[in-house]
Every structure is written in C-alpha cells, then in structure tokens.
C-alpha cells in the first residue's frame, strides 16, 4: 500500500501543468538571497480613513478579522519557507488586507457572489513607498474579504409573474443600491436577496467566520493568491470537475467535491490542503522547521493549531498535515465513526464521520495512530508503525518497517508484512498474520486464528506467546492466500515439517521448508502452550 502513495503525485499531474501554463508564474522575491526564508511583509491598512468620500464601502479589518487573517498567515508559513512580518502603515507591504461591502469601487467588483478579491505578487515592489492615499498602495498582494451575508428574500419563476408582483419587483429593483439589497434574473427566474450586513462598512463590528464555513476559507484562497497560487482551472474556461479540481485538494479550487470522492457534509477546508502544500512548498521551499518534535493530531493534540485539534466527539476536522520530524500520532480515539486511517504520503483518510477529510503532505512522515470507538481500518506506512485499534472489530495493516500492532477490544483481523512486528489482538476473536520478519504474536483474550504463508516467497519467523490449545488455530495458505492441507503438503514431500519440544519452556518449535528451500526454513513458528504434532491436522 505504501507505495501506491509515496512520492506519488501523478494523480494531480494534469493540474500540475495547468498551473505551470499560467506562466509567468507570481511569487515574491527574497530579499537575502542567502536566507532559506522569505521574508513577506503584511499590514492591515485604514482604509475607513484613507477611502474619503471617494470609496464608500472600503472598510479596515476589525480585531477579530486581524486574527484570524494571522492565523491563515501563520498556517501558509508552517509549511512553507515564508517568514510574515506585520508593519505599520505608513509605507506599502507586500500584501495589504482590507473589507469591501460587496461593492469594491476600487477593484470593480459587484458580484455578491464573490466572497473576496485578491492579487498576485509583483517583482517591482517598493517597500519604501510612503502611503497618504489609497492609491499609493501598490495593487499587488492586495486582499480583499466581502463581508455582505447574502439572504435570498425572494425566488420567483416570471412565467408566475402578477401584474401587482411586476410592481413591486420594480420598485425593489430601482430602490437597490447593491449594498443593502441586490437582486440578479436569468431568462426564466428573477432573484431578490438582502445583505445581513448592510451597515458593515460603516461599522465593521463583525466576528470572525468560524473554522470550517466558507467564508472562513474565502481567507484562506484569497492569500493563497496573494502569495502566488492561481486557481485549480482556467479563468473563463471550463470548470470541468475532477477531485484534484475540487475543495478535496486544494482551497485555490471553486468546485465543492463530490460524494463519490469525498464527503465533508458541508463543511469546507480548514488548512492549506494537500495540492496547495505541493505548489507552494515548489514555490517557497519546505519549512522544515516546522513541528519537529514528537506531535499529535486529532484528540489530545499539542500542535497549537486549530485546524490539527480536536476536543469533543462532535468536533469537526477538514485538514492537510504538514510535520518536519519527530515521532508523530494521529489520535481519533473519541469518535465513534467507522473510519479509515492511512498514513502514506498523499494518502487521505475518512475520520470522524467525514470522507477523505484527512491527507498526509508528500514528505510527511506519521509513525503512529490511535483508532476510535468503532470499526477501524488502519493503514501503516514504510517506517515503524505503532498501531493501536482501540474500541470496535479494527482490521490493521502494518505493511512495511518494525510494526507495533494492537487490536484493542473488539475482534480484529491484525496484519504486518515486512519488518519484524510485534502484534496483539488484546480482547476479542481476532486474525493474526505477522508476514515476513521476525514476530511476536499476541492472541489476547478469546479465540484467535494465527495465518502463516507457505510459499518461496515466505521468510517469516514468528513466536506466539499465548497459543491456548482448546480456543486458538493455526491456518496456512499459499501466496495466493489459498488455505493449505499440511498433512497432504507433507505427503507429497511439497514441504518438510521439523517439530521440536522444549519442556522447561513449554515451547514447541516449527520449522517449515518449501521443496525449493531446503538449506533453511521458509517458515519458522515457535508456539508457547500446549501444542502437539496433530493439533496441526485438525
């Protein structure tokens, strides 16, 4: 499994080569050309002061949208090599963040659709350039949030159309001024909608969005342009779906993903998601600085990131991690979904009731996780795993490196495959297979199935610690995970079967050669229990 998705982008390739054809492509300089950083910086300008009589509804951010536009700052410089300082007003910064009232007169933009504009970097910037007025800023890094709350007030099909209706359509549609009220028809339908906000740029009293909506991603996508990130398609062409066109990969995407592909009931991205990672780490290089020590994600978190931390059951997460080191955990021990963990680079994963909500940056590294209260299917990657099920009938891969495996309660079906594993079913009738490497096994509690590989392939070595004779079962299968008959194996001298007893260990020793094999044993088993030659002919 871990090498469907190590180092693998190819499946966002085509998107790839979209963004490479917007040559050329924006970023901003460094400033030290021998600094791996560079330096960005930002500043939240007056613009209620400096728009005058000439911009009615240009606004400056509040405290609340000061914070959380440093947050959104703060989650672009994790995983990229961008150090954001904030500086006053007096002179232009390279982005520059304000509010509109869905009216922008300096930007042109009147689209209550439109959740907020932004622009791309420029090379000539001058950082020295004293500002007295709006148009001394420099255009580029300008970010703009739209913080009218659109309310449909009224849908009305034309062919339905009264002749009282028509009136008072009419008067609606000359007493709108597109800040308090707008309205928008097609061919067949007529539209009217109501701002929740209309004094917004008069007195910008507003909290912040909320982690997970959309108008807290709108901040999200706007920096991203601000720093360089086009969009995941071309600008008046089609905006033909894809996953890696959707929300799934990237907040620079418009379409939302399809359930088919991933499901986040309605919530959005919380982080720069695994697409935006790859394309800005390309364009700023990889903070490698970033959470370096042994971190947790999910429950229990120590990340001091939002977007990485969960508290209640009902909690929601929408996230791409980024960690530079460490020996690091996922922990989704409170929910009680079925989920599916993986821990490959690229890889996505359904926790906490959601589809596809978690992915793992390419050049992340996750040793561990911890499973929820339901059914779990774990999925390890090429490093030492440790692997624990928790609650629920968990069905865990450890696949390649040193594995820890735990089933935890439930009856679990436990699988490690190269390296040499320690695996525990803990509680439950579980499945146990430790492939290839050096193994201990741990049934647990109840009856347990032990599966062994007999094949040329088979170099696994494996000792059970607690084989209890009346409950527990040893099961052989072929590479193609065929059950074998031993006794008939033996009979057409297919295998040879070694059997040893060590009284004072209570320890019975296996050891199983292929015909091919025969200087030493494909398969070696060393059962601690009572076990004798016909339990194996069962």
Not at 227 to 233: A, N, Q, R, S
Request: some cysteine; aromatic content about 12%.
């Amino acid at each position: 499994m871990s090498a469907i998705y190590k180092n693998d982008i190819s499946e966002f390739n085509d998107i790839i080569e979209l963004i490479k054809s917007f040559k050329p492509l924006k970023r901003w300089k460094k400033q030290d050309p021998n600094s791996d950083f560079t330096e960005i910086t930002f500043s939240f300008p007056n613009w209620s002061q400096l728009r005058g009589d000439k911009y009615k509804t240009l606004t400056t951010f509040n405290e609340h949208q000061k914070k959380l536009a440093k947050k959104v700052l703060q989650q672009w410089s994790d995983v990229a090599n961008i150090n954001f300082v904030e500086k006053r007003t007096q002179h232009d910064t390279h982005i520059k963040l304000g509010a509109y009232n869905n009216i922008n007169e300096l930007t042109n933009d009147t689209d209550y659709f439109i959740g907020g504009v932004a622009f791309f970097p420029k090379r000539d910037f001058d950082s020295n350039k004293k500002v007295e007025r709006i148009e001394d800023y420099n255009q580029s890094g300008q970010v703009w949030i739209n913080l009218s709350e659109t309310k449909l007030l009224k849908w009305i099909k034309k062919s339905n159309i009264t002749k009282e209706q028509e009136n008072k359509i009419n008067n609606f549609k000359k007493g709108t001024d597109k800040i308090s009220t707008y309205f928008y028809e097609d061919k067949d339908n007529i539209f009217l909608y109501k701002n929740e906000n209309n004094n917004a740029h008069i007195n910008n009293d507003l909290l912040a969005p909320q982690s997970g909506t959309y108008k807290e991603l709108i901040y999200r996508h706007e920096l991203g342009h601000a720093l360089g990130l086009p969009h995941t398609f071309k600008e008046g062409g089609a905006f033909k779906y894809s996953p890696q066109n959707s929300l799934m990969y990237s907040v620079m995407a418009y379409n939302y993903p399809q359930s088919q592909d991933a499901d986040f009931c309605f919530y959005f991205p919380m982080s720069p998601m695994l697409l935006d990672v790859y394309v800005i780490q390309k364009f700023y290089g990889q903070n490698i600085t970033t959470r370096t020590d042994d971190t947790i994600y999910g429950f229990n978190s120590n990340t001091e990131r939002d977007c990485y931390s969960l508290i209640s059951p009902d909690d929601v997460i929408i996230s791409c991690i980024w960690d530079a080191g460490g020996n690091d955990t996922l922990d989704f021990s409170k929910y009680n979904f079925e989920q599916k963990i993986d821990l490959n680079q690229g890889a996505f994963s359904d926790v906490g009731g959601l589809k596809s909500n978690i992915s793992i940056a390419y050049g992340t590294i996750i040793e561990n996780v911890i499973g929820g209260e339901d059914n779990d299917h774990i999925i390890g990657n090429e490093v030492n795993n440790h692997l624990l099920g928790n609650k629920g009938n968990d069905i865990i891969y450890g696949y390649d490196g040193d594995d820890k495996i735990f089933g935890g309660k439930g009856s679990d079906a436990l699988y490690g495959n190269e390296g040499n594993d320690f695996i525990n079913g803990e509680d439950g009738c579980d499945i146990i297979s430790g492939g290839n490497g050096h193994n201990m096994l741990f049934g647990g509690k109840n009856a347990d199935m032990f599966f062994f590989e007999i094949s040329n392939k088979t170099n696994s070595h494996n000792k059970i610690m607690d084989y209890n004779i009346n409950e527990d079962f040893l099961i052989f299968l072929d590479e193609n995970k065929i059950s074998l008959n031993i006794k008939k194996l033996i009979s057409q001298n297919s295998i040879s079967l070694n059997m040893s007893f060590q009284e004072e260990d209570n320890l019975t020793k296996l050891a199983i050669k292929t015909k091919e094999q025969l200087e030493v044993p494909n398969l070696t088993i060393d059962i601690v229990g009572n076990f004798s030659y016909e339990d194996l002919f069962y």
